[in-house]
T-cell receptor, first 115, second 115 residues
């Protein structure tokens, strides 16, 4: 079974600064995807960024980028130029390729961006 | 509708009562997922429907939980004889299965409180 661990329950950052959220995972699979989701107080899960395990290049989406270390099973999220609207819970998730494609989530990191 | 909708938004029930939660997926999405999010936790997979295939029920925590889906439309999650530990947010997601990666789009969830 796959597990996802987020070791930072809470983090805070000043507006316009950079913050990095950590995530490690455990799997014996070779083909999989990794994700970061954002969950604001509205409860809506929003996909922030996706990484395919077979790709060595780290994914980037505007201010969001990841550091994917496959051998170390590490998948951190970097948020640059933090904005007040980035305040939310952030969840790291794993999906095995094929089958039911169910997502396995970490427990989340509560990020607060301070003005 | 444009997105996944769920009803009710909030549900308060007494211990021992049965509850039904409803999910309306995005039109045309063949895959549908139910997840449970306990307070302060990440999402846990409950069940997966894909077209006419047998559902993946591997995440259902007990036989008090069941779900149905008619074709590629609405799904209902039923919890019988509710217990206090069933209190959680229940999220539904749908995806259009057409390739190696199929993004899941989430609804806003139903917050269930069992007194």
């Amino acid at each position: 079974a796959q597990t996802v661990t987020q070791s930072q329950p809470e983090m805070s950052v000043q507006e316009a600064e950079t913050v990095t959220l950590s995530c490690t995972y455990d799997t014996s699979e070779n083909n999989y995807y990794l994700f970061w989701y954002k969950q604001p107080p509205s409860r809506q899960m929003i996909l922030v960024i996706r990484q395919e395990a077979y790709k060595q290049q780290n994914a980037t989406e505007n201010r969001f980028s990841v550091n994917f270390q496959k051998a170390a099973k590490s998948f951190s999220l970097k948020i640059s130029d933090s904005q007040l609207g980035d305040t939310a819970m952030y969840f790291c998730a794993f999906m095995k390729q094929g089958g039911s494609e169910k997502l396995v989530f970490g427990k989340g990191t509560k990020l607060t961006v301070n003005p | 509708g444009a997105g996944v909708s769920q009803s009710p938004s909030n549900k308060v029930t007494e211990k021992g009562k049965d509850v039904e939660l409803r999910c309306d997926p995005i039109s045309g999405h063949t895959a549908l997922y139910w997840y449970r999010q306990r307070l302060g936790q990440g999402l846990e997979f409950l069940i997966y429907f894909q077209g006419n295939s047998a559902p993946d029920k591997s995440g259902l925590p007990s036989d008090r939980f069941s779900a149905e889906r008619t074709g590629e439309s609405v799904s209902t999650l039923t919890i019988q004889r509710t217990q206090q530990e069933d209190s959680a947010v229940y999220l539904c997601a749908s995806s259009l299965v057409r390739g190696s990666y199929n993004e899941q789009f989430f609804g806003p969830g139903t917050r269930l409180t069992v007194l």
